[in-house]
């Protein structure tokens, strides 16, 4: 579904992705893993247009996308979740979710949060409170629904656990593992390297702009560098 071959971006003097290859197979959850500074949401600002490589390619179902610009790509098929939640705080959370569909016929729109409320059940119950007063972990919810309201192809999701309780970070992941089951594919960008791995069907590990390592996320789960690196073992 998307590929993206030797991807080189600068921050002004600062190389952020050195050569970064990686492919993300229709219906298979990919995650990306590594410490702060690695790149990981550089490669995800990449793929969404905020930031232009100065070299390298990113093809999404064999249509190059570093020469469209943002709302192109996204209209494409492509969603995200961004880092820090960044839901509407003075809009309901019905007004949130409306917003993720605002390409999407006015017909289905019904439809898509009948699934959202399914999917997270406790937004139902929320639907009419501003997303401001909701918990970290709710709003984590609403901004996941809002990225799946447009029935996206792709979803991108950038530290959807960060700053979470234990508790709510297990209900996250379970989330995913759903979402995906029911169809989605899932590019997700992760620090809780235990989680992410526990999930994915393939992995990157980047370090530096590099992808130092990769394979089956079971694989890595397993790999003793990995489990010192990243999983304080």
């Known amino acids: 579904m998307l590929r993206a071959e030797g991807l080189q971006v600068y921050y002004g003097g600062i190389h952020a992705l050195r050569g970064v290859d990686l492919k993300v197979e229709q219906g298979c959850i990919v995650t990306l893993i590594g410490a702060n500074g690695a790149g990981k949401s550089t490669v995800l600002r990449a793929i969404v247009g905020l930031v232009k490589p100065r070299s390298g ?3 999404f179902r064999g249509e190059e996308l570093t020469r469209l610009g943002t709302h192109r790509i996204i ?3 492509i969603a995200v979740s961004p880092e820090g939640r960044r839901v509407f705080q003075n809009l309901t959370v019905m007004e949130n ?3 993720g569909a605002y390409n999407l016929p006015a017909a289905e729109l019904s439809l898509q949060l009948e699934k959202m409320f399914s999917l997270f059940p406790r937004l139902k119950e929320r639907r009419t409170q501003l997303a401001g007063t909701l918990s970290g972990g709710e709003q984590q919810m609403l901004a996941f629904g809002r990225a799946l309201m447009s029935r ?3 979803v991108l999701l950038d530290e959807p656990s960060l700053g979470l309780a234990p508790l709510m970070v297990d209900e996250v992941f379970r989330t995913i593992d759903l979402v995906n089951k029911e169809g989605a594919t899932i590019l997700l ?3 809780n390297a235990m989680a992410a791995l526990t999930v994915a069907h393939y992995a990157y590990v ?3 702009g590099k992808v130092v390592l990769e394979g089956p996320g079971s694989d890595l789960l ?3 560098g990995v489990r010192r690196a990243y999983l304080g073992e």
């Open 57 to 59: 390619s990113i093809v």
């Open 75 to 77: 209209r494409r098929g």
């Open 97 to 99: 979710l409306e917003l």
């Open 152 to 154: 996206p192809e792709l």
């Open 189 to 191: 960008i992760e620090q």
């Open 206 to 208: 980047l370090e530096t």
């Open 222 to 224: 397993k790999d003793e």
